[in-house]
């Protein structure tokens, strides 16, 4: 693979995942809520859901969510309904006794891990996107399965140092305001981020 095209994959994949999405709303949402406890489940579970939906994509599932409507809207809907889910939780715990947000302390990691993997590994966009981004970057000339494994772990590590950025931002915002009252606005916003996430996967076009 050319260094040029590989270069210009770099800062088209970075100008696409700036942007922020359901993802990046989940990530701030998190890590707003939680400080930097969050910042390791968070960047692991963004590169791990990456990897699992450029995985699908070579395997053909992207095809097949291009080619189904209804399988779009489907894996779309369930997917915002699940970030309205959580949104809706969160909002909830701003009223939360303290002894109770205590007890739920044990399990943020792997809460925290677990549905941000499943918010990004359920967007079908995210799937189909693969499929029909990076053949824009393949030298047909060239045996195509190493330049898809090129492609693939450039996108994962600039995703993985977007998520950073972005857990970083939110961490350093979260810092300024640390008092419990802060701490509900904080919760409110996060859930109001997760929530309006959810209703833009819904009925985005």
Same mark, same amino acid.
Not at 7 to 20: G, K, N
């Given at each position: 693979?050319?260094?040029?095209?590989?270069?210009?994959?770099?800062?088209?994949?970075?100008?696409?995942?700036?942007?922020?999405?359901?993802?990046?709303?989940?990530?701030?949402?998190?890590?707003?809520?939680?400080?930097?406890?969050?910042?390791?489940?968070?960047?692991?579970?963004?590169?791990?859901?990456?990897?699992?939906?450029?995985?699908?994509?070579?395997?053909?599932?992207?095809?097949?969510?291009?080619?189904?409507?209804?399988?779009?809207?489907?894996?779309?809907?369930?997917?915002?309904?699940?970030?309205?889910?959580?949104?809706?939780?969160?909002?909830?715990?701003?009223?939360?006794?303290?002894?109770?947000?205590?007890?739920?302390?044990?399990?943020?990691?792997?809460?925290?891990?677990?549905?941000?993997?499943?918010?990004?590994?359920?967007?079908?966009?995210?799937?189909?996107?693969?499929?029909?981004?990076?053949?824009?970057?393949?030298?047909? $000339?060239?045996?195509?399965?190493? +330049?898809?494994?090129?492609? @693939?772990? *450039? /996108?994962?590590?600039? !995703?993985? &140092?977007?998520?950073?950025?972005?857990?970083?931002?939110?961490?350093?915002?979260?810092?300024?305001?640390? $008092?419990?009252?802060?701490?509900? +606005?904080?919760?409110?916003? @996060?859930? *109001? /981020?997760?929530?309006? !996430?959810? &209703?833009?996967?819904?009925?985005?076009?």
């Amino acid at each position: 693979m050319m260094f040029e095209i590989w270069l210009a994959f770099c800062i088209a994949s970075t100008v696409l995942l700036v942007i922020p999405g359901p993802t990046i709303l989940t990530v701030i949402a998190y890590s707003i809520a939680n400080g930097r406890s969050a910042a390791l489940p968070l960047i692991l579970a963004v590169a791990l859901a990456d990897a699992t939906a450029l995985t699908l994509s070579v395997l053909g599932l992207g095809s097949l969510l291009a080619k189904s409507a209804f399988l779009f809207q489907l894996v779309k809907v369930v997917g915002g309904c699940y970030l309205i889910y959580l949104g809706v939780q969160m909002l909830r715990s701003v009223a939360t006794p303290s002894e109770v947000a205590l007890d739920a302390e044990a399990d943020t990691t792997k809460t925290m891990f677990w549905n941000t993997y499943l918010v990004t590994a359920l967007n079908p966009k995210g799937i189909v996107f693969f499929i029909a981004f990076f053949p824009q970057f393949i030298d047909h $000339s060239l045996a195509v399965n190493p +330049q898809l494994v090129i492609l @693939g772990l *450039s /996108f994962v590590v600039l !995703a993985t &140092l977007n998520s950073i950025m972005y857990v970083v931002f939110a961490d350093r915002a979260r810092g300024y305001l640390a $008092s419990e009252k802060s701490q509900k +606005q904080f919760k409110l916003v @996060g859930g *109001s /981020f997760l929530s309006g !996430a959810g &209703l833009w996967a819904v009925f985005s076009r």
